[in-house]
């Protein structure tokens, strides 16, 4: 953790005053990463980023109902998650997804294919167990 000012100093997370700001930033470290994670993210988003997502280190989990198409199945190993996950977002039930890095970790939340909020996990340690939990949902997820 860096010394700023003589006190120790850590950005730990942002939330994006828009979500097409978010969504941007996203992208940028898309093309700048080379092991990525997706859950449960809305299909729309999804078809958005497939581009940039060729010849990445990935793996896919979407959300519950959905199946995979055939660019995808080609694209990455493919789930379909088995649980309900969901928040309450300003009064209003929504889907929680994120897409995952080695040192980042975007939450998104949408509705109804709607990008509503994304936020960014900054703080290494809290990024890599979310990075983790990718990996149980993974585990329990329903293969394509």
């Known amino acids: 953790m ?13 939330t994006f005053a828009s979500p097409q700001e978010g969504i941007d930033e996203l992208k940028r470290m898309i093309q700048k ?22 010849n990445k280190d990935l793996m896919i989990v ?4 959905e199946k ?12 379909t998650t088995k649980a309900r ?13 994120a897409v ?6 975007f939450g998104i939340i949408w509705a109804k294919d709607k990008v509503l909020m994304v936020s960014a996990m900054e703080y290494s340690k809290c990024a890599k167990c979310l990075l983790e939990a990718f990996e149980g949902g993974w585990h ?4 394509w």
């Open 33 to 54: 990463s080379r092991r990525i994670r997706i859950s449960n993210i809305p299909m729309q988003l999804l078809e958005a980023l497939t581009p940039l997502l060729k």
């Open 85 to 97: 996950i969901y928040v309450d977002y300003m009064g209003q039930e929504a889907n929680s997804g």
């Open 140 to 143: 329990y997820a329903q293969k």
């Open 100 to 105: 995952n890095f080695a040192s980042r970790s």
């Open 68 to 79: 995979p198409t055939e660019e995808l199945k080609k694209l990455a190993p493919v789930a």
């Open 62 to 65: 979407l959300p519950q109902g």
């Open 2 to 14: 860096p010394i700023v000012d003589g006190k120790y100093e850590a950005k730990i997370s942002t």
